[in-house]
């Protein structure tokens, strides 16, 4: 069974930082392609960054520069480094699984099969 689980979110100030982890298990993970999404308060599904098997990283354009994608397949563990955060970054924060591992950027987050419940992040002084 795919597990997904998502640790790292709280509250913090702007111009904070935050590091979430996702912790997989249930499958390979080093053979797929894995994505971060959020979700804002009222808002629909947003990409955030994907970083596939072959290490390679996108990220979308509010966050570039400030957001730092990374695995450790060692430990099936997907990390998201926040830096710099802001009110707008406020979400629930999932990681998801592709379907295929030499995916790209926004493409992998449209084959993704399976994501975990989430991890609330609260931007707000």
């Known amino acids: 069974e795919v597990q997904l689980v998502e640790s790292g979110g709280g509250l913090v100030q702007p111009g904070g930082s935050l590091r979430l982890s996702c912790a997989a298990s249930?499958?390979?993970?080093?053979?797929?392609?894995m994505t971060w999404v959020r979700q804002a308060p009222g808002k629909g599904l947003e990409w955030v960054s994907t970083?596939?098997?072959?290490?390679?990283?996108s990220y979308t354009d509010s966050v570039k520069g400030r957001f730092t994608i990374s695995r450790d397949n060692a430990k099936n563990t997907l990390y998201l480094q926040m830096n710099s955060l802001k009110p707008e970054d406020t979400a629930v924060y999932s990681c998801?699984?592709?379907?295929?591992?030499?995916?790209?950027?926004?493409?992998?987050?449209?084959?993704?099969?399976?994501w975990g419940q989430g991890t609330q992040v609260t931007v707000s002084s």
């Open positions: 998801a699984k592709s379907k295929v591992g030499g995916c790209a950027g926004y493409g992998c987050y449209r084959l993704r099969d399976y």
């Open positions: 249930g499958f390979t993970f080093s053979n797929y392609a």
């Open positions: 970083i596939n098997t072959g290490g390679s990283t």
